[in-house]
């Protein structure tokens, strides 16, 4: 499968979350507000089986909860405030389901999900991500990463045709991700390798099996304009605003001829 979205791609990870809670409504609106091609958001289940958006395990960071996501139900975590530790301004911003996002921002933006279930990869998170998916018909505008190969492999058998995309740690810990063993075990369509990780030919081999290269999480302009010159065909930033920014002003920095 050849992705024909744009390239570079300017991904806001978890919405432009330099600006707004991380995974709120407001980062998303933000993150299209500053031209970012794609959102990436984080999912993982509720106790009653809903599929909520937040990154960590527990909601002790980023509300002023806490517990673990998957003990509590989808009422619990609504009473959160999810935006107050962010900043005071943000005070009436909640954990948002995946169903909310689909229906707010369906259409309006392309969408990188990742399955966040890493304790629990047997849970039933990538079929009901698979089922939210084609209940909003977003199959063509949402690709779905985990570091995780078990709920990757098991959405790809949910859902043949909605690219995948493989993270990789960083360093050491990534080598069989990026290597010949991350390519036998998932047919993924892009690579999210660590920004550190990227070099020129990592994008070779990439581009040769016909994957696309998005590295995370990348909010240095110098490094944001060297992965650039290397080819790379995305960006996960918190920051879409100073990529969208360095795109229109340096584009000769970008090779036109590397795309998909
Ligand atoms: O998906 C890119 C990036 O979010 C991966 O790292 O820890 O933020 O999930 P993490």
Redesign the pocket.
């Known amino acids: 499968m050849v992705l024909t979205w744009p390239s570079p791609l300017i991904i806001a ?2 919405g432009a979350s330099a600006y707004a809670p991380e995974n709120t409504l407001a980062a998303i609106e933000l993150a299209i507000d500053m031209k970012a091609h794609m959102v ?1 958001l ?1 999912t993982k289940l509720t106790a009653d089986e809903h599929v909520v958006v937040i ?1 960590d395990q527990t909601v002790d960071r980023t509300t002023d909860g806490s517990g673990k996501v998957m003990d509590l139900s989808l009422a619990e975590l609504k009473m959160l405030n999810a935006g107050s530790q962010f900043s005071v301004d943000y005070g009436h911003a909640n954990i948002p389901t995946l169903d909310e996002v689909f229906e707010f921002y369906g259409g309006k933006t392309l969408f ?1 999900i ?1 399955l ?1 279930n890493y304790t629990s990869p047997f849970d039933q998170l990538p079929e009901k991500v698979s089922q939210l998916i084609k209940r909003y018909d977003l199959q063509n505008s949402v690709l779905v ?1 985990s ?1 995780h190969p078990i709920p990757l492999s098991r959405f790809h058998k949910f859902s043949p045709d909605i690219p995948i995309a493989l ?1 990789a740690r960083a360093a050491y810990l990534g080598f069989l991700s990026r290597g010949w063993l991350g390519r036998a075990l998932i047919p993924y369509q892009a690579l ?1 390798p660590n920004n550190r990780d990227v070099t020129k030919k990592l994008m070779d081999t990439a581009h040769h099996y016909g994957h696309r290269v998005h590295p ?2 990348v909010n240095d302009q110098e490094e944001i304009k060297t992965l650039f010159r290397l080819g790379i065909d995305g960006i ?1 930033t918190d920051d879409p605003a100073l990529v969208s920014h360095l795109l229109s002003n340096n584009e000769s920095f970008v090779d036109h001829n590397n795309k998909q």
């Open positions: 990870h978890r990436e984080d990154h990188n990742e966040t990463s570091f993270l999210h995370y999480t996960i």
